[in-house]
């Protein structure tokens, strides 16, 4: 039985879609902002809104999930984006599956509009996960919401801290023999703030890069 959620939200300079974003979080699932390293508002505004706030000053979206892990204590996790391209309202739908026996819960993208997801982030994740279903691994995305029990994912022990954990995550629990579940989310362009990822070539290309170093190391 699952009795309580905590979700963790990686935030770097997220102050003008954070207070969306958790003004929709279900009722009776607790918030976990890791403010890593803004510039912004993102820790007062964050603290505003009733969330609890962690401070991770070394920079990273894994460095950011971990530190929101370990600061967690509810049975089960998720992890969201705080940028507001992800609906909250997704979550219970993840729990839902790890309440059912799932391992992992992921969720994969589907673009709601036009210029939610730009061709040149798309297609790299469209690739590495034809590669993960090859090694059986039942993923059409390497998606960044996801639920699991906080216990299972600190034990599963994932150790890169920037844009390939959600890639070693999956890798990870593959190879453990997880059982993983994922199921649609809809994404649509961030809700305020500065694109970081995936609004750039640039930034598609240092998230590619980790990526392309987890995969190396699972060889
Ligand atoms: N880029 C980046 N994001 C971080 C970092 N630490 C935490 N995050 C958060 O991780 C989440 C995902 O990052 P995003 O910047 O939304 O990445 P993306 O969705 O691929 O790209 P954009 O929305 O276009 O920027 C957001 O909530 C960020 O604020 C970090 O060091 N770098
Ligand atoms: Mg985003």
Redesign the pocket.
């Known amino acids: 039985m699952i009795t309580s959620v905590d979700v963790v ?6 102050a003008e879609a954070l207070p969306g974003v958790l003004g929709r979080l279900p009722a009776g699932y607790r918030a976990i902002v890791v403010d ?1 390293g803004s510039t912004d508002d993102t820790a007062s505004v964050a603290a505003a809104a009733g969330a609890r706030v962690v401070a991770e000053p070394k ?3 894994g460095a ?1 999930v971990h530190a929101g892990l370990l600061a967690a204590t509810a049975d089960v996790v998720c992890v969201l ?3 507001g ?1 992800l609906a909250p309202e997704a979550l219970p739908g993840l729990v839902a599956s790890v309440a059912g026996g799932a391992d992992l819960a992921v969720g994969r993208r589907v673009p709601a509009g036009r210029g939610a997801w730009p061709w040149h ?1 798309r297609g790299g994740n469209l690739l590495i996960a034809a590669l993960l279903r090859r090694r059986g691994i039942p993923v059409r995305d390497i998606g ?1 919401v996801r639920a699991a029990r906080r216990d299972s994912l600190l034990a599963l022990g994932v150790r890169d801290r920037t844009y390939g954990y959600p890639l070693e995550l999956l890798l990870r629990a593959g190879a453990a023999g997880w059982r993983i579940h994922e199921t649609d989310v809809a994404y649509s362009p ?1 809700t305020g703030g500065r ?5 750039s070539v640039r ?1 598609t290309v240092r ?1 590619a890069w980790a990526m392309s170093s987890v995969l190396a190391g699972a060889r």
Do not use: H, I
């Open positions: 939200l990686p935030c770097l300079d997220e890593n920079r990273g979206y950011a984006d705080a940028d391209s982030a960044p961030r694109s970081k990822v995936s609004g930034g998230a």
